[in-house]
């Protein structure tokens, strides 16, 4: 990066997901060039809830050397200057025990849920969280739009966030619903 010194010391820190890109939708060539431009200004990062091979399909494979940090899995994993300098692991933070648990009950959870459509990949393990998607994650992009439609009406990831929050309140872990389909689930802090 060559940022001014009148810009020295201005991080602009961009949300992936809605915000760069449609959801899960891949960069457009003039919002690159924006990026582009900018970084020759002011110090550039990016953060999504996806991990790190999600958001390089969205923004290009040398995502963690085209911005100066690069912020994946809501933070928990993070990349400056192309060299990774921090990730948090849900499964050493939990414990085996207490991350099954998890996993199990939100499984029977969405087992029972009564819901148009379900397609598979209910819940996604990553390094330092989990994604938990009520409809799947393996739902086509019509199938995303009519849950997001369905969810805003009936309510069903607040819901399940509502009831897991409670469940699992001694495990201190932070529900972030985002997207169209899921809900990450990751360490208080």
């Known amino acids: 990066m ?26 457009t060539l003039e919002m690159l060039e ?17 991990d790190l091979v999600k958001i390089s399909e ?6 963690i050397t085209d911005y100066d940090y690069v912020f ?15 990730t948090q692991s849900l499964k050493t933070y939990l414990g085996d025990d207490q991350l099954k648990e998890f996993i ?29 998607s009520p409809i799947g994650r393996n739902c086509s992009q019509e199938e995303r739009d009519d849950f997001e439609k369905y969810d805003k009406v009936h309510n069903v990831r607040p819901k399940m966030v509502s009831v897991l929050r409670e469940k699992f309140a001694h495990l201190n872990l932070t529900f972030s619903i985002g997207g169209q389909i899921s809900f990450d689930v990751f360490p208080q802090g």
């Open 58 to 63: 969205q923004l290009g494979k040398s995502v």
């Open 2 to 27: 060559v940022a001014s010194a009148a810009n020295a010391g201005v991080l602009a820190l961009f949300d992936v997901d809605g915000t760069l890109t449609a959801p899960r939708k891949e960069v």
């Open 72 to 86: 994946s899995e809501n933070g928990l994993v993070a990349h400056k200057d192309g060299k990774l300098i921090g």
């Open 34 to 50: 924006f990026m582009k431009r900018l970084r020759e200004n002011v110090t550039v990062g990016v953060v999504g809830g996806s």
């Open 104 to 132: 199990n009950f939100t499984l029977h959870y969405i087992a029972d849920l009564d819901i148009p459509i379900k397609r598979g990949t209910f819940i996604e393990f990553r390094s330092g969280m989990i994604n938990v």
